[in-house]
């Protein structure tokens, strides 16, 4: 079970937009901290007790969002810093399972991260965080 190998990153799935424009840093952080308020998912740890998994949703966690200064990196140099980053393995018991990173490469060009562990995303929900996203952040 993942939970007794939680330095593995297998589980990582990531979500990545380039933004072509100076975002509002406090607005998207707002915003991604409402999606987390509106998501118990996103608040939930996972424990192992008496060998049975158990889920533990937190009434109140803090986003974590990272802002990156990338200014000095070229492209290549960037996507990689972006999938190492994206690897950070997360921890089930006590940390965050949803991730937000924001890599700033220029004034008007940035990287946004969204990095999340598998147990709280697929393919059909990270395109539903992002509609979400954009409505709380409009």
Request: charged share 30%.
């Amino acid at each position: 079970m993942y939970l007794n190998s939680p330095e593995s990153p297998a589980y990582n799935v990531a979500f990545t937009v380039r933004i072509l424009s100076k975002p509002d840093i406090d607005a998207l952080k707002r915003s991604f901290q409402k999606l987390i308020n509106a998501s118990p998912s996103l608040r939930t740890n996972y424990k192992i007790i008496d060998g049975k998994p158990v889920q533990e949703v937190q009434g109140f966690r803090e986003v974590f969002f990272e802002l990156i200064d990338a200014s000095e990196l070229d492209e290549k140099s960037l996507k990689k810093k972006v999938t190492e980053t994206n690897q950070i393995p997360f921890d089930l018991e006590k940390g965050d399972v949803f991730k937000i990173y924001l890599f700033k490469t220029a004034e008007d060009n940035y990287i946004l991260l969204m990095s999340m562990h598998h147990i709280v995303s697929d393919g059909w929900s990270i395109g539903l965080m992002f509609e979400e996203l954009v409505k709380l952040y409009e």
